[in-house]
C-alpha cells in the first residue's frame, strides 16, 4: 500500500508505514472519494512545477543574502553545505523575527546565525498530501525539495499549493502561470 503521507510503497498489510510510520489502517488513511482528493493523494508535488531554488553557504553575509531575496523576488534561501546538501533555511519570517528593528550591521552577520537549521524537505516523487501535511504542520511557507543524497532540486511554496488546488476545483487540472 502506498502511504498518503510520504509516497512510500510498503508492503501490502501493513499497519504503519516502513518509511514514516504514518499509520495504514483503512479507519485512519483517507479515502479518496473525488477526482481532487485523489490528485492530492497521486500527483505528486513535482506537478506544481517547482522553481530552482536560490542557495548559499552559511558563512554568507546576512546583507548578501537579503538581496539576493530581494532581487529575485523569493521569500527564502536555501543555506548548503560544502557537499552541496541541505543545512538549513533563511525565510522572510526569520528575517522578520530574529532580525528586524535590531539595529544590526548585516554585512558583519553570517546567515548561520539567523537561519532555521534542519528544515523540513521533500522530494519531487512524494505526492501533494505529502507536501501539504508537512507545510501545515510545521506551519512553514516554504517546502526545499532535494534529491536522493539530500541536496535542493527544487522548491514550493503554500502559494504554489493553493494555486494548483484553485485550478483543480476550477477543472482546469493543473496551474496555470
Known amino acids: 500500500m502506498k502511504c498518503p503521507s510520504c509516497g512510500y510503497d510498503n508492503l501490502p498489510g501493513a499497519d504503519a508505514c516502513e518509511a514514516c510510520q504514518t499509520s495504514l489502517t483503512r479507519e485512519d488513511v483517507p479515502q479518496a472519494d473525488t477526482g481532487f482528493e485523489r490528485s492530492l493523494m497521486e500527483d505528486p508535488i513535482a506537478c506544481l512545477q517547482p522553481i530552482r531554488p536560490l542557495t548559499a553557504d552559511p558563512d554568507t553575509p546576512l546583507d548578501v543574502a537579503i538581496r539576493r531575496m530581494r532581487d529575485h523576488g523569493i521569500g527564502c534561501l536555501l543555506i548548503v553545505t560544502e557537499a552541496g546538501r541541505l543545512a538549513g533555511i533563511l525565510t522572510e519570517r526569520d528575517?522578520?523575527?530574529?532580525?528586524?528593528?535590531?539595529?544590526?550591521?548585516?554585512?558583519?552577520?553570517?546567515?548561520?546565525?539567523?537561519?532555521?537549521?534542519?528544515?523540513e524537505s521533500g522530494r519531487q516523487d512524494h505526492p501533494l498530501a505529502y507536501a501539504l501535511h508537512r507545510m501545515i504542520i510545521s506551519d512553514i511557507r516554504y517546502l526545499p525539495l532535494v534529491d536522493e543524497d539530500g541536496r535542493p532540486n527544487g522548491i514550493v511554496s503554500s502559494q504554489d499549493v493553493i494555486a494548483y488546488m484553485a485550478a483543480r476545483f476550477s477543472g482546469s487540472g493543473g496551474r496555470s502561470l
Open 95 to 119: 528575517l522578520l523575527q530574529k532580525v528586524a528593528g535590531l539595529g544590526l550591521d548585516l554585512n558583519s552577520c553570517r546567515v548561520k546565525d539567523f537561519m532555521s537549521g534542519a528544515p
